[in-house]
C-alpha cells in the first residue's frame, strides 16, 4: 500500500515563528502536493513538485515556501506563521502517470497563537 | 480551466435510505474524474474514479458514480446508507495527464440518522 506520513498529526505555533511541515512517500512517486483545507473552503493546493528540486505555485502560495530535495519528501514552510494560517494541512503524492489519483496522508492541524 | 461545484454543504439522510451527492464539473479537455470521501480527523481516500472508460464507476463501501458528458456531472449514489457512511465527500477533476493537478469542490457532509 502506498503510505504518505506527515510528521505531526497537531501542532500550535506563535505568530511569528518559522515553521516546517513535513511529508514522507514511500512508493517513489514523481508529484506531490501540499493543500490546506479550511470549513467550507475545501482543499486549496498551496504548491506542488514534479521533481526533486523543483515546485510550482498552486493557487495560494502567498505566506508559503516548500523545498524538496530528496524525491520522497516535501517539506512546507511557513516563513512568519500568522493567525490566518490556522488551518488542516495535507500532504498528497502520485506518480507522473495520466489518470493516476493522488494518495493522501493524515493530514497535520496547525494553530497559531 | 476546471472547476468543480458539489451541491448542498450538508446531505442528511436516514440509514438505509438512497444516498445522492451532486457534482457538476467543468473542464475544456475531456476530465478524469474522482470522488474521495474523509472521516473526521483523516486523510482523503479515493472512493472512485472515471478515466474515460466506462461510465458507470463503481467504488468501494458499495457507492458508484455516473459520468454524464451532456449535463457535466458525476454524482456518487448508494442504494441504502449505513452508520459508518457518515463522513465529507468531495468531487474532484483533473486534465488527467501525468502533470495535471487536481481542483476540489467544497465538500459535501453527509449525516446518517438512526
Known amino acids: 500500500d502506498v503510505k504518505v506520513t506527515q510528521s505531526s498529526r497537531y501542532l500550535v505555533k506563535r505568530t511569528g515563528e518559522k515553521v516546517f511541515l513535513e511529508c514522507v512517500q514511500d512508493?517513489?512517486?514523481?508529484?506531490m502536493f501540499w493543500y490546506r483545507q479550511d470549513p467550507g473552503l475545501g482543499l486549496r493546493l498551496i504548491y506542488f513538485s514534479y521533481d526533486v528540486k523543483m515546485k510550482e505555485k498552486g493557487d495560494i502560495p502567498e505566506g508559503y515556501s516548500v523545498s524538496r530535495e530528496k524525491k520522497e519528501r516535501f517539506s512546507l514552510i511557513l516563513e512568519s506563521a500568522s493567525t490566518n494560517q490556522t488551518s488542516m494541512y495535507l500532504c498528497a503524492s502520485r506518480p507522473r502517470l495520466a489518470g493516476v489519483e493522488q494518495f493522501f496522508g493524515p493530514g497535520t492541524r496547525l494553530t497559531v497563537l | 480551466a476546471q472547476s468543480v461545484t458539489q451541491l448542498g454543504s450538508h446531505v442528511s439522510v436516514s440509514e438505509g435510505a438512497l444516498v445522492l451527492l451532486r457534482c457538476n464539473y467543468s473542464s475544456s479537455v475531456p476530465p478524469y474524474l474522482f470522488w474521495y470521501v474523509q472521516y473526521p480527523n483523516q486523510g482523503l481516500q479515493l472512493l472512485l474514479k472515471?478515466?474515460?472508460?466506462?461510465?458507470l464507476v463503481k467504488g468501494i463501501n458499495g457507492f458508484e458514480a455516473e459520468f454524464k458528458k451532456s449535463e457535466t456531472t458525476f454524482h456518487l449514489t448508494k442504494p441504502s446508507a449505513h452508520m459508518s457512511d457518515a463522513a465529507e465527500y468531495f468531487c474532484?477533476?483533473?486534465?488527467?495527464?501525468?502533470?495535471?493537478?487536481?481542483?476540489f469542490g467544497k465538500g459535501t457532509m453527509l449525516l446518517v440518522s438512526p
Open positions: 512508493m517513489d512517486h514523481e508529484n
Open positions: 474532484a477533476v483533473s486534465q488527467g495527464s501525468g502533470y495535471s493537478t487536481l481542483t
Open positions: 472515471y478515466t474515460s472508460a466506462a461510465t
